[in-house]
């Protein structure tokens, strides 16, 4: 059985950032040259993106969070972008990635809500998922979307009746990209259970949004689900509170005990799983993890834990 561990968007080893901004604001401003602005911003975005991904290899990280906003404005509907010009950067990346086995996903923005009650944020959502969907075929990897159910307004059996109504207005191959993440306070691991089953959804298991938000079950009894709506490697989001006043928060680094704990709770399953650490000191924290768990006698290979 092996564990590997991977970590969201930002190194702190590099500096580089694969998601640099240029507001709408800023970009009305420049005028006729708030293109030229976009597109050098978009590149150095790819270049940066392209450094990441390359430290990740030599470091031994085969898991990685990409960030939605490699293209800034994409979404925007005053803003024209044709992604085609970017195809050899793209291809780069996805050479990049199918060459090393690397596995990426990304997480939509909070604001893409998929259950809302405003049809234009709807629209916005599945218009977004369709980008992101040509993204990857550009790179020609397959990779996957990371949702949250949203938000509840009446109640929650609406809200989740409204995020499966929708998420069936989207192309299957879409539809298939999507993983389900239970959230820290409406949408527990049940309730993301419940919709796996009527729309055969893969589930994220969130380890500390279940432990704010338990829905008065014993994630124990739930583990074996939540892996088989996976085909391949299930993944996983571990994270530990930043305090017991602040315990929602992430904390900058994971708390080895709670750690080897979930260690123990998974091994039972001997199979492979991806776990994604939600660290606010980012790829620090995942060598900081792999040195305790050395130490504790774990037996290690690069970032990965072999159980």
Sequence with gaps: MKVRLGYACITNALDESSSSLLTYTHFKKLGSSGYDKLNEVIISNFNSLENILKYNISNDIKFYRLSSNI???ISHPNVDIDLTKYKDYFKRIGDIINKNKLRVDMHVDPYYVL?????DVVKSTINICK???N???LMNIKSNLIFHIGGKTISKEEGIKRFINNFKLLDKEIQDMILIENDDKIYDI???INISKSINCKIVLDYHHYMCNKGGVDIKDYLEYIFNTFEGIPKVHFSSPKSKKEYRAHHDYINIKEFTKFLDMIKVYN???DIMIEAKMKDDAVFRLIRQLKYLGYKVEGTTIIM
């Design 115 to 119: 259950n809302s009650v405003n049809e």
């Design 190 to 192: 049940i309730d993301c």
């Design 71 to 73: 293209i800034p404005l």
């Design 135 to 137: 993204m990857f075929k």
């Design 271 to 273: 199979r492979d799983i």
């Design 131 to 133: 980008i992101y969907h």
